[in-house]
């Protein structure tokens, strides 16, 4: 059974920064893409960075780019999103998904499992 | 300001069939597969549909989907008061940002 268990979030000010992790189980890690994607309370789903099996190729949004990082440690089969310089605008529970490609930019991929999320405020 | 267009609200009654549009452009819905997702109130998103109109295992056949050009459709038949919930399409974007792209969810109530 795929499981993807986010841990990380909590309140953070302005400025501050924070370290996702994705802990995923179930299938062979390295063999699939992995994105994080989040909602803002009361809002839809806004993609935020996508990393390829291998970690070779990152891919990220433009409200997020110079400020957070993804990467993965395909031993550990864990997934990871470092937010620096984070804003009011970042607060949301941000989800790891699976992708259903090895690589980010199949078009034929989609996001077949999801985590249940991780809330991040961004408060002073 | 989403890439992609849905109605942000859909209604209809128990037992009868409901659609969701979802619109976009050619360097995305018209040039990759689309895919669906439900999100059951204070849940994770569940994937629905998949590669335009391929369901899951364990998605029961109510659910369809189709795409034509730049657009595509979400279809569920037979309503039921769980199907409640809030719907989003998504795909690539293959433009210079490079980037997925979700539409701004429509939000299905079954009066």
């Known amino acids: 059974e795929v499981q993807l268990l986010e841990s990380g979030g909590g309140l953070v000010q302005p400025g501050g920064s924070l370290r996702l992790s994705c802990a995923a189980s179930?299938?062979?890690?390295?063999?699939?893409?992995m994105s994080w994607v989040r909602q803002a309370p009361g809002k839809g789903l806004e993609w935020v960075s996508a990393?390829?099996?291998?970690?070779?190729?990152?891919y990220y949004a433009d409200s997020v780019k110079g400020r957070f990082t993804i990467s993965r440690d395909n031993s550990k089969n864990t997934l990871y999103l470092q937010m620096n310089s984070l804003r009011a605008e970042d607060t949301a529970v941000y989800y790891c998904?699976?992708?259903?490609?090895?690589?980010?930019?199949?078009?034929?991929?989609?996001?077949?499992?999801w985590g249940q999320g991780t809330l991040v405020t961004v408060s002073s | 300001q989403s890439v992609l267009t849905q109605p942000p609200s859909v209604s209809a009654a128990p037992g009868q069939k409901v659609t969701i549009s979802c619109s976009g452009s050619s360097s995305n819905i018209g040039n990759n597969y689309v895919s669906w997702y439900q999100q059951l109130p204070g849940t994770a998103p569940k994937l629905l549909i998949y590669e335009n109109n391929k369901r899951p295992s364990g998605i029961p056949d109510r659910f369809s989907g189709s795409k034509s050009g730049t657009s595509a459709t979400l279809g569920i038949t037979g309503l039921q008061t769980g199907d409640e919930a809030d719907y989003y399409c998504g795909t690539w974007d293959s433009s210079l940002s490079a980037n997925w792209v979700f539409g701004g969810g429509t939000k299905l109530t079954v009066l």
């Open positions: 179930g299938f062979t890690f390295s063999s699939y893409a």
């Open positions: 990393i390829s099996g291998s970690g070779g190729s990152t």
């Open positions: 998904a699976k992708s259903s490609a090895v690589v980010v930019a199949a078009t034929d991929a989609h996001f077949d499992y």
